[in-house]
């Protein structure tokens, strides 16, 4: 069997590779291991306007559930900030948080039916168990189907084979993950008659999801992701959860648990005949966990580029670095800072976030000036460092 592309991982990374490859106009296989794309869902279901702006869709009812408007910070002593008060007197971006809540089970499988519309073959119930080399450079995969082993080769791998991805070590490009690097999360689907429909709520502090934060995602009328992601301790995130969930009088419908990597993308997303995208390279912000508005843009390049190295009948390690190129173009900036400031807020007390969030507070209706702030990093030495290793 032969094909110009091969894609592995039939969620957003991979069926949004295939897509733009296909478009392209080469023959491409997307590869999935489960019997169904879509499930089960893996993150909190946000994403961006440039989501569809870069897929060149409108968003549709079918899969959007929500449309935020803006987003509260809670502090861990119970206070909290708007979103709206600092973009309204700081000159920030005025859809700094605004986003859509989508249904990924049904988006993920629009984008496959999508993908299989331009051209995509699609073999479901597969997984890859190697990957085939020639003098060094991969040239395929190694496949099992309903209990059948093939060989695949294809001029460009694809590794869009999520978080867990084995792929990326076997092409040699990636070491395993620090485990302090890793969020565990634990989110419900949660039925109840007051959550905003249009605000996301982030809710800090060490007793509530250490290393990380908890979350409330609106969806349909009356229900919401209600998760969260923890860093380091003894109790698992769905004991956090349990714990959290308890101040909603709201039933769940859905439970879903995972891992997220917060290292930052791996130092080289490509190699000959070889491309890693998405959760599989680790292109997800370091500070929200989220993944898909930077895999979107990274995936598009991922199929455009392997389709013009099959059209120039050159897929070596030198033409594919212009993927690596041009994602970090788009994105890499954004997630370098992002790691910073991860590492940051890793190091913030809770004390010091509830004097963050009353300073933001009492600065609500006017412009946050440069000496006033310097005067609030006077009166907190610690966080005066941690903004000076920030710079």
């Known amino acids: 069997m032969k094909y110009d592309v091969v894609v592995v991982g039939g969620r957003i990374g991979g069926s949004i590779s ?7 106009d080469v023959d491409v296989l997307m590869i999935e291991k489960r019997q169904e794309i879509g499930v089960p869902v893996q993150c909190a279901e946000g994403t961006t306007h440039s989501t569809f702006e870069i897929l060149e869709m409108k968003p549709s009812s079918r899969y959007v559930c929500a449309e935020v408007e803006t987003g509260t910070i809670h502090a861990p002593n119970e206070t909290y900030i708007n979103a709206e008060d600092l973009v309204e007197f700081n000159n920030l971006d005025k859809n700094i948080a605004k986003g859509y809540i989508l249904d990924r089970k049904v988006f993920d499988k629009h984008l496959a039916i999508e993908s299989a519309k331009a051209g995509t073959d699609i073999m479901l119930k597969t997984t890859v168990k190697d990957l085939i080399k020639k003098d060094g450079k991969i040239c395929g995969v190694v496949a099992k189907h309903m209990g059948k082993t093939m060989e695949i080769k294809a001029d460009v791998v694809i590794a869009a084979d999520g978080v867990e991805s084995n792929m990326a070590q076997m092409a040699g490009l990636k070491a395993p993950d620090n485990p302090m690097d890793i969020c565990s999360c634990a989110q419900y ?30 969806k349909e009328e009356g229900t919401a992701n209600v998760g969260l992601g923890i860093r380091g301790p003894a109790e698992t995130a769905y004991q956090y959860l349990k714990k959290f969930i308890s101040k909603f009088d709201a039933t769940p419908v859905e439970l879903n648990v995972g891992g997220v990597p917060l290292s930052g993308p791996i130092d080289k997303t490509y190699t000959d005949g070889f491309l890693v995208v998405g959760d599989a390279a680790r292109q997800i912000d370091p500070v929200t966990g989220g993944g898909t508005f930077t895999t979107v843009p990274c995936a598009r390049v991922a199929g455009e580029v392997a389709a013009e190295a099959v059209k120039a009948e050159d897929s070596s390690e030198d033409f594919l670095k212009r993927y690596d ?26 004390n010091e976030m509830n004097a963050l969030v009353e300073f933001l507070n009492n600065s609500k209706g006017k412009e946050i000036s440069k000496l006033s702030f310097i005067k609030f990093l006077g009166k907190h030495p610690r966080l005066l460092r941690l903004v000076k290793d920030l710079l």
């Open 18 to 24: 295939s897509l733009f490859a296909s478009k392209n």
């Open 189 to 218: 689907e949660l039925v109840c008659s007051n959550f905003d429909h249009d605000r996301v709520h982030l809710y800090f502090g060490r007793d509530i999801a250490p290393g990380g934060y908890a979350w409330v995602f609106p």
């Open 325 to 350: 190129d041009e994602w970090r173009v788009k994105i890499g900036d954004m997630l370098k800072m992002s790691l910073k400031c991860r590492k940051v807020a890793d190091d913030l007390t809770d």
